[in-house]
């Protein structure tokens, strides 16, 4: 098997009153067995739709899965029914999310809601997978586990919870993992455990990662592989060691610069100027002309195709694509 | 713990205001508790007892003594201890707002929760806007049309008296319809906001079935405010059962306050709002029991600030 997960051309839509925001627009990208794929670009530019869609955990209204394939392990989870879909998540694909502090349900105790997934997966009865819970909480490395798995969420760290919610994610040793942003809001000495938790778990058990984040330091530390997205495309997307080295999408060279104060308050880039488009009100052409220094007179026309420019590097760029004119 | 005793001083007010009730009322207190057509020796005799004459200082440590001993004074109407006139009628209250409240819960509930798992849809509409006329439907008016339609049309159920089931059926669904209509509106809000945090998102990436994330994980803590509101509601329906009462013929509390205030049977018309106040009281201890119970969180009657 070469490749654990293939995402086709996916393409998310939101129904809002007033319009039709294309939140994830075309976006195709592959994940191999083991590897973590890091997936970038500003907020908003719909890393966590894709990977909701990948889950198929986008709630309509509003939203609504438009196109495309999600292919893992050769099925199309996009055709599968909603019970096979459920066989899936929490047990093959689990994900983890940015804030411990809301991401457990606050009324039940940890050991119970990570003894959920097992006792639904793995059909094992309540003190069963209790013990299971525990195991869990050592193997993220909680101190005490045997108590702390009769705690609530509030009884615990920040750090502490979002190890919890890894020991949920991993309690059934899925062969992929989706973390959205799993330590943006943790302060960096915590971040830099959970990372190399996240790195030396995933050896244990052999999983990928797709590692979402604007981080573009975190990405270089943990990613095999990276995509970034700008306003709902895939703009880039090489291997780690390639894309720091030759950047060639000018967001990509624009957001390498701005590392590592990736974003002031305002969320401004230092090296690009302007903000992202308005989902509403996107420009004609490629999405990026009106920030890009480089742009022609058909960026403003037309959306650019993907090229290959070497194998595993591809971009969305007029600059490399080599029978259309020289870059101003 | 806290609660219990943050009660006190709320019991204490209460009983201030029942016994100034009679003390302030323009005339002649002891004439008023006699009742209007005492004999003056017997006006004389009440003007004793309750030491109309002393400073109002003793007259309320007279006054709170004889409550802890259950002596509430005599009526003026029936002559029998207004603690034997209370005694009898409670019981007929608890089991009318009782009954009232379980409809409410279970009408309110269910339409909230389908109502914002199925936002949007006809049924949301509907049972929104018969939220809406539920709640501005006043009691009294509902009350009467019931009669209208089903005992005087329809002639299915008794249009008043205790007795039977048959007879609870009209003025429960009377008194709770409103808070039913409550009910549904800060469930189906509460259930919507829930549905939106991330810890739902977070269950169904188990793979939960939708009925568990619901059922399981949102109910629970969409219930935290439902609560409040069915606790503070309580107090509302006490009102509504004067009303509810008075119309369907309900020989509880409430009727017993209405006709004792027609008659000035000062004494009864006291106990009567003693005895609702201290229910009150006791019905948002509860409450906070219920709280502790459904939020990990609150512990000793303390809120945890994020
Ligand atoms: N529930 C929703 N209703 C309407 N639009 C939505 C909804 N969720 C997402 N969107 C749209 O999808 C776009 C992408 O959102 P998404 O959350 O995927 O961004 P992101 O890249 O994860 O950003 P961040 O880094 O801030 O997490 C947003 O610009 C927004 O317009
Ligand atoms: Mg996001």
């Not at chain 1, 052999?206 to 095999?224: Q, S």
């Not at chain 1, 104060?261 to 308005?278: S, T, Y």
């Not at chain 1, 990026?288 to 959306?303: G, S, V, W």
């Not at chain 2, 939960?208 to 439902?226: G, M, S």
Request: net charge neutral; glycine share 8%; aromatic share 8%.
């Amino acid at each position: 098997m070469e490749y654990l997960l293939q995402v086709r051309d996916l393409k998310t839509n939101f129904y809002t009153d007033s319009a039709v925001v294309h939140a994830v627009d075309g976006v195709s990208f592959d994940v191999r067995p083991g590897e973590v794929v890091g997936l970038v670009g500003e907020s908003g530019c719909g890393k966590s739709v894709v990977s909701l869609s990948i889950m198929r955990l986008i709630q309509y209204p509003p939203g609504k899965i438009e196109g495309g394939n999600v292919l893992f392990k050769g099925r199309d989870l996009l055709k599968l029914s909603e019970g096979e879909m459920r066989r899936i998540r929490g047990n093959e694909i689990a994900m983890i999310f940015q804030e411990p502090m809301t991401s457990l349900n606050p009324v039940y105790r940890i050991g119970d809601q990570i003894g959920e997934a097992i006792r639904l997966h793995q059909g094992v009865d309540g003190p069963a997978s209790w013990k299971k819970a525990v195991e869990m909480l050592k193997l993220v490395g909680i101190p005490r586990s045997e108590e702390v798995v009769r705690d609530y969420p509030h009884q615990l760290s920040g750090g502490m919870r979002q190890r919890a919610m890894i020991a949920m994610a991993l309690s059934c040793y899925p062969s992929l993992l989706i973390a959205d942003e799993p330590t943006t809001a943790l302060d960096v000495t915590i971040q830099a455990q959970i990372l190399e938790l996240m790195r030396d778990l995933r050896q244990k058990i052999n999983m990928a990662i797709i590692f979402i984040t604007h981080d573009l330091g975190v990405i270089a530390e943990m990613a095999d592989h990276v995509v970034v997205m700008y306003a709902g495309k895939v703009v880039e997307d090489a291997g780690v060691g390639v894309l720091f080295t030759e950047p060639l999408h000018p967001y990509t060279v624009g957001l390498i610069k701005s590392k590592p104060k990736v974003e002031d308050e305002k969320g401004v880039l230092d090296f690009i100027p302007g903000v992202v488009p308005n989902p509403l009100e996107m420009p004609a052409g490629c999405y990026f002309n009106p920030r890009c220094a480089h742009a022609m007179d058909i960026c403003l026309q037309e959306m650019p195709p993907v090229v290959e420019v070497k194998p595993g590097h591809r971009v969305r760029c007029r600059l490399f694509n080599k029978d259309k004119g020289e870059a101003r | 713990m806290k609660r219990l005793l943050l009660s006190i001083p709320v019991l204490i007010g209460v009983s201030i205001l029942v016994f100034s009730i009679v003390r302030f009322i323009p005339g002649d207190p002891a004439r008023a508790i006699a009742g209007v057509h005492a004999s003056p020796q017997h006006i004389e005799q009440v003007r004793r007892e309750l030491l109309l004459d002393e400073g109002l200082h003793v007259q309320y440590y007279v006054y709170m003594s004889n409550l802890f001993q259950g002596d509430l004074g005599q009526s003026t109407f029936s002559r029998r201890p207004v603690a034997t006139e209370l005694r009898e009628r409670f019981p007929n209250t608890v089991r009318l707002s009782v009954a009232a409240m379980v409809v409410a819960t279970a009408v309110g509930m269910t339409a909230g929760i389908i109502s914002a798992t199925r936002r949007y849809s006809i049924f949301d509409y509907s049972s929104m806007v018969g939220a809406l006329i539920g709640v501005a439907a006043p009691v009294f008016w509902l009350g009467v049309m019931f009669q209208l339609l089903f005992a005087v049309q329809l002639g299915w159920l008794p249009s008043g008296g205790m007795g039977t089931f048959r007879h609870l059926i009209l003025p429960a669904l009377t008194l709770g319809l409103a808070t039913a209509a409550l009910i549904a509106r800060i469930t189906r809000s509460s259930m919507l906001d829930v549905l939106r945090q991330d810890y739902i998102t977070t269950a169904r990436s188990k793979g939960l079935i939708e009925r568990v994330v619901t059922y399981k994980h949102a109910l629970k803590n969409a219930l935290i405010p439902v609560v409040t509101v069915m606790g503070l509601q309580f107090g509302t329906l006490l009102g509504g059962a004067v009303l509810v009462e008075t119309v369907f013929s309900w020989p509880g509390i409430g009727r017993l306050m209405v006709d004792s205030i027609l008659a000035r049977d000062y004494p009864v018309v006291q106990g009567a709002v003693l005895l609702l106040a201290v229910t009150f009281v006791l019905i948002n201890l509860l409450v906070d029991v219920i709280y502790a119970f459904l939020d990990p969180r609150i512990s000793y009657g303390t809120r945890e600030v994020e």
